[in-house]
């Protein structure tokens, strides 16, 4: 698996697992939320400074993003759609 690809799915792995929106990632990242999006699908390359705030927002290290996709890994479920409840 190319690198892009292993970083896109692990930062995906880590938000679903924590049920983070890309709209709550991108909030708590200060980054643009289709900028999550172009992430996750491998679309755009991170600078280590975007990996940073990323992993800084997720609580985790920039170095779980370069953790090996097992190889029967699946798809990863989308969260719930829809929108956030106002505050």
């Known amino acids: 698996m190319d690198v892009k690809l292993m970083v896109a799915w692990n930062i995906r792995r880590l938000r679903v697992a924590k049920g983070i929106s890309q709209d709550d990632l991108a909030l708590e990242a200060e980054i643009e939320r289709s900028y999550v999006g172009h992430l996750e699908r491998g679309k755009k390359n991170p600078t280590v400074e975007t990996l940073e705030k990323i992993a800084r927002a997720l609580n ?27 505050r």
Not at 71 to 81: G, S, T, V, Y
């Open 60 to 86: 985790c290290t920039v170095a779980e993003f370069f953790s090996e996709v097992p190889e029967d890994a699946n798809q990863l479920a989308p969260l719930k759609a829809g929108r956030r409840p106002l």
